[in-house]
C-alpha cells in the first residue's frame, strides 16, 4: 500500500469516526464528500436549524501548528466558497444558520475527537 493510499485511508476513517461522533450528538448528517470542481466539504449536517459544513482532519503526528498549516486562510475560503454552491444547488436550506466547524482526529495532547464548532468564518 503506498503512502497517498494509506494516507487516503486513515483520513476515510477519521471522517467516518467524526460522522459518527456528530450523529451521537444530535447532528443528521446530510452528506459527506461533497465535490464541486474547486473544492470539498468533508461533512455537510443540520442541528435544528443550523447547516454545518465540517472539515475533519486525522493527525496523528499533528500539533496545533500543522492544523493551522492545514486549514489555512486558502482552504477556510475554498470551503466557503464550496458551501455556497451546495446552497446555490440546494435551495431548501436558504434560510438556515450557517457555521464551519473543524473536527480533529487523534491529535496528541487532544481528546480522540476533539470538535471546534464556529472554527471560522467568511473574510469580507
Known amino acids: ?72 486562510r486558502r482552504k477556510q475560503k475554498r470551503i466557503i466558497e464550496t458551501s455556497k454552491r451546495f446552497l446555490s444547488i440546494n435551495r431548501q436550506y436558504s434560510k438556515s444558520y450557517i457555521r464551519y466547524d473543524v473536527i480533529v482526529i487523534d491529535m496528541p495532547g487532544m481528546p480522540e475527537i476533539y470538535h471546534i464548532e464556529n472554527a471560522f468564518a467568511e473574510f469580507l
Not at 8 to 19: F, L, V, Y
Not at 24 to 32: E, I, M, N, Q, Y
Not at 43 to 69: D, W
Request: charged residues 25%; aromatic residues 6%.
Open 1 to 72: 500500500m503506498s503512502y497517498d493510499d494509506t494516507r487516503k485511508q486513515t483520513g476515510n476513517n477519521g471522517e467516518s469516526r467524526a460522522a459518527a461522533y456528530l450523529e451521537a450528538h444530535g447532528f443528521s448528517v446530510l452528506s459527506r464528500n461533497w465535490r464541486t470542481k474547486t473544492g470539498e466539504i468533508d461533512i455537510i449536517c443540520r442541528l435544528n436549524s443550523t447547516l454545518v459544513f465540517v472539515e475533519v482532519k486525522t493527525l496523528p503526528h499533528g500539533n496545533p501548528e500543522i492544523l493551522a498549516h492545514v486549514l489555512d
